[in-house]
């Protein structure tokens, strides 16, 4: 369904996408990892046709984005991150005029969108302004507008992003009946847990190149031997943490609250009692020590050097 053929974009003198080949498969739940600034965004608006590359091609089915991005653009479906409707239109009248734009008639634009409220659960507010529907129902129809011309792929940036946990369970179920019926879905988030749900297999982007692919199975043994340490600790001191960091064996350190602690480390059994020692030398008061297992969050970790939330 899309094929990225040593795809490069560059800003200026800056190069934000190097060389990026991939495959994702008819029918596949493909994920999208990356920190901020890894060049996700912008490998999404070239699919898209958005954003012009220099060098490799895009193609969606078949159809290159350089040659044929008309075309293209009528295959896929664009989820964005920020929310993309007329708030003082209705539900229903920014589901049509987005399906227009779409290349619906006005007919179809409306039993279309009939359709598409029922798949949101919000039939019932279908003729209430966008304003004042809540964080999670206006991301919900922002999905319905990607849905209304029912696109062989659907491209989802972020599409939960601070949202009340019904809606999200409402987006992610409704993700994984789309995909069961055939659609390929690209999906980008912050949440781990939610590219597990949906997605066989995933992608890692980090400084515009692709470091990693592949089922999570895959990934997760490439990190054979090594673990991560979570601590809870009182207090996090800048002199502890420097020297956490430049212990032998530890590969990354990751703060991820004000007193907790990722650690990647290779062999648990000489570092744990080193860095209990350090932290008894340091003032560090330890309140909890979890060993866990490798896992997608610490194959980040361990490739990227942050949290995916970071």
Aim: glycine fraction near 8%; proline fraction near 3%; hydrophobic fraction near 40%.
């Amino acid at each position: 369904m899309l094929t990225l053929a040593n795809v490069k974009k560059s800003f200026g003198k800056h190069e934000v996408v190097k060389g990026i080949t991939l495959n994702i498969e008819k029918g596949e739940a493909f994920g999208l990892l990356g920190p901020n600034g890894a060049g996700k965004s912008t490998t999404i608006s070239m699919i898209c046709g958005l954003v012009p590359f220099q060098d490799g091609d895009i193609q969606v089915d078949g159809v290159s984005v350089k040659s044929n991005p008309q075309i293209v653009k009528k295959k896929i479906g664009v989820v964005p991150q920020d929310i993309a409707l007329y708030p003082t239109m209705s539900a229903v009248d920014n589901l049509i005029f987005w399906g227009k734009m779409y290349g619906l008639s006005s007919k179809e634009a409306k039993t279309r969108s009939k359709e598409v409220l029922e798949m949101a659960g919000l039939s019932d507010r279908a003729k209430d302004k966008i304003e004042t529907f809540s964080g999670g129902m206006k991301r919900r129809i922002n999905i319905g507008a990607a849905l209304m011309h029912e696109p062989e792929l659907l491209i989802m940036d972020e599409p939960t992003v601070g949202i009340d946990p019904q809606s999200r369970n409402h987006i992610l179920e409704t993700v994984k009946a789309l995909n069961d019926q055939g659609m390929t879905i690209i999906y980008t988030s912050h949440y781990m847990e939610e590219v597990e749900f949906l997605c066989k297999r995933i992608a890692i982007i980090d400084h515009g190149q692709l470091i990693a692919s592949g089922s999570k199975k895959e990934l997760c043994n490439r990190l054979s031997g090594g673990k991560v340490l979570h601590l809870t600790v009182d207090q996090i001191y800048p002199d502890f943490l420097k020297k956490l960091k430049s212990m032998d064996g530890v590969e990354n350190v990751s703060v991820a609250e004000e007193t907790e602690l990722d650690i990647f480390l290779q062999n648990d059994k000489e570092l744990l009692a080193d860095i209990v020692l350090l932290s008894n030398q340091s003032g560090v008061k330890l309140q909890q020590i979890q060993l866990q297992e490798p896992n997608l969050e610490t194959l980040f970790l361990q490739l990227t050097g942050r949290s995916l939330r970071d």
